[in-house]
């Protein structure tokens, strides 16, 4: 399946990772890129929220009501002071940590400036083993709780960053349930993300990691046309 449409398919400038994850047969398709380590960006935050839930669900930890609250407001608005409060409160680079040792991942690891959680690096693969775990391993009930999140995302985050692109693309978002993500500007580039279920159908999980040395209208633009393409080419 090719999920990455001409647009990036002239541009040899740009690092973009695409996985797509069919949960029928189980298997993950990637790109040439699709193994390569970028950077997280907000994406972390879904990586650090699983390794909370997951140890609340052993009973190794407590949450409260106002950790609720900032579980979802940093799915669903990708607020980064909620992250914040989260990462210093949970053990930050130890929970990324945690978390590649339980889903046996190898691309994902913590920032060299641990106070940095959107320099976690992952790769696209990485990504959407972290949706089948929350898909298949949490319980029924934080399951429902970060996906409900994930549907709920705004067309603008918390610090008013345009987030409707790529699977929350208006003219094509309808149900899905994406985690988003943005960072300016690292070695001259920025990284821009679109991640999660493109459909209530549940069926895939489709995973865009870009590293892009350009503006974010264009880095949207992009991804607006890969997320398409992956739609395209899951419904042919």
């Not at 949970?90 to 190898?106: D, F, N, Q, T």
């Amino acid at each position: 399946m090719d999920a990455t449409g001409p647009a990036a398919q002239e541009r040899d400038d740009v690092t973009l990772g695409v996985a797509v994850l069919d949960r029928t047969t189980g298997t993950t398709t990637v790109n040439d890129a699709g193994d390569t380590p970028l950077r997280a960006a907000s994406v972390a935050k879904l990586f650090t929220i699983v390794d909370i839930l997951t140890r609340r669900e052993a009973g190794q930890i407590q949450t409260s009501g106002g950790d609720e609250q900032r579980f979802r407001r940093a799915l669903s608005l990708s607020d980064d002071s909620a992250m914040n409060a989260l990462w210093s409160s949970y053990g930050g680079p130890e929970g990324i940590r945690r978390v590649s040792a339980l889903l046996g991942i190898s691309e994902t690891s913590p920032p060299d400036d641990t106070s940095q959680w959107g320099e976690v690096e992952t790769s696209a693969r990485d990504v959407a083993t972290l949706y089948s775990f929350v898909l298949t391993r949490l319980t029924d009930a934080d399951r429902d709780f970060v996906l409900q999140s994930l549907e709920a995302a705004a067309p603008t985050a918390a610090d008013g960053f345009d987030q409707a692109f790529g699977l929350l693309d208006p003219s094509r978002r309808g149900t899905a349930a994406a985690k988003q993500g943005w960072l300016c500007c690292l070695q001259s580039s920025i990284d821009l993300h679109s991640t999660g279920l493109p459909d209530a159908s549940g069926r895939y999980v489709v995973v865009l990691l870009s590293n892009q040395p350009r503006g974010y209208d264009a880095a949207k633009s992009l991804l607006d046309d890969a997320a398409a393409a992956a739609r395209d080419a899951l419904s042919a």
